[in-house]
C-alpha cells in the first residue's frame, strides 16, 4: 500500500507559478513511476507529466517548457513545478504512483489560475 499526499495548490494570476509536493509514504525507489494528473471540471482525469524510477520525464503537450517533475529521494517526495499558469491549468491535480502490478492516488490538490 503506497499512500501519496498532495499540497501546494492554489490561487494564482496567470502567468505565476506554484509548485505542488507529493510525498510518498513508501521510498520512491520502490515506485516504478509516479505522475501528475489533473481533472477540470466536466472533463476527463488527463495526464500532465510522469517521471520513471530511472528518472525520465515525459510532460504533456499543453505543459512542455512550463511545468518541470522533479523528485527528492530523501523526502519521498515528488514535486511539480509550473510556471506560466494559464487560466486553463484550472483543475484538481493528482499524485499517481505505480507500484508493481498497483496504481495509488493521492486525494487532489486544487490549482484555480485567474485570468
Known amino acids: 500500500q503506497v499512500q501519496l499526499v498532495e499540497s501546494g495548490g492554489g490561487l494564482v494570476q496567470a502567468g505565476g507559478s506554484l509548485r505542488l509536493s507529493c510525498a510518498a509514504s513508501?521510498?520512491?525507489?520502490?515506485?516504478?513511476?509516479v505522475g501528475w494528473y489533473r481533472q477540470a471540471p466536466g472533463k476527463q482525469r488527463e495526464l500532465v507529466a510522469t517521471l520513471t524510477s530511472g528518472g525520465i520525464t515525459n510532460y504533456a503537450d499543453s505543459v512542455k517548457g512550463r511545468f518541470t517533475m522533479s523528485r527528492d529521494n530523501a523526502k519521498n517526495t515528488v514535486y511539480l513545478q509550473m510556471n506560466s499558469l494559464r487560466p486553463e491549468d484550472t483543475a484538481v491535480y493528482y499524485c499517481?504512483?505505480?507500484?508493481?502490478?498497483?496504481?495509488?492516488w493521492g486525494q487532489g490538490t486544487q490549482v484555480t489560475v485567474s485570468s
Open positions: 513508501v521510498t520512491l525507489f520502490s515506485i516504478n513511476a
Open positions: 499517481n504512483a505505480e507500484s508493481g502490478a498497483y496504481t495509488f
